[in-house]
């Protein structure tokens, strides 16, 4: 038998989306990019309010996502992202959480990025209103949460909601292969 006709057996890592959001979906895909993996997107509720509106609710939500999605799944790791705002002495910030879950080890989460809300759009979250459909009238667009996210348009572009996401996803992978490693 020839050397060169050795088959190597490839895992294929099953990788449960707890979102159909076409940005979550491609800030996984992106994060995943050097691995052989098949990537499955379900709707998974988040178990929280439509605006997560505490660090607390957003990484809960989160959470109950990613292990939605590893048990609908029936997957190797599930994912959850969550956008929520959080209050403090300065104002609004817009937060977001992610968990990985994996039947090897207990969920890992991390956040993102942060930063102040305008006041308008604080005071329509702060009466009960959910940040996508404020945006989309903010910004006189339809979708923004699928597409550039409240991110984009509050930093003028130079942040989507892809990369926004795909950052904390990457510190999720991260945790998740040190973890394995150790």
């Known amino acids: 038998m020839s050397p060169f006709n050795v088959e190597k057996e490839i895992t294929v890592m099953k990788i449960i989306?707890?979102?159909?959001?076409?940005?979550?979906?491609?800030?996984?895909?992106?994060?995943?990019?050097?691995?052989?993996?098949?990537?499955?997107?379900?709707?998974?509720?988040?178990g929280v309010n439509e605006q997560p509106f505490s660090d607390e609710e957003t990484i809960k939500g989160a959470i109950n996502r990613a292990v939605g999605a590893l048990t609908q799944g029936n997957g190797d790791i599930g994912i959850g992202l969550e956008g929520g705002v959080q209050e403090t002495s300065h104002g609004l910030l817009l937060c977001n959480w992610g968990a990985l879950a994996s039947n090897e080890m207990e969920p890992i989460i991390a956040g993102g990025a942060r930063f102040l809300l305008p006041e308008e759009v604080a005071a329509r979250l702060r009466a009960g209103e959910e940040l996508g459909p404020v945006m989309d009238d903010y910004a006189k667009r339809q979708n923004v949460r699928k597409?550039?996210?409240?991110?984009?348009?509050?930093?003028n572009g130079r942040i989507n909601r892809v990369e926004m996401f795909t950052h904390l996803m990457n510190l999720l992978v991260g945790q998740f292969t040190y973890q394995r490693e150790r």
Do not use: L, R, Y
């Open 17 to 46: 989306i707890g979102s159909k959001n076409p940005a979550k979906i491609n800030a996984v895909k992106k994060s995943f990019s050097g691995q052989v993996a098949e990537f499955i997107s379900v709707d998974i509720p988040s």
């Open 147 to 155: 597409h550039e996210g409240a991110v984009g348009i509050f930093t």
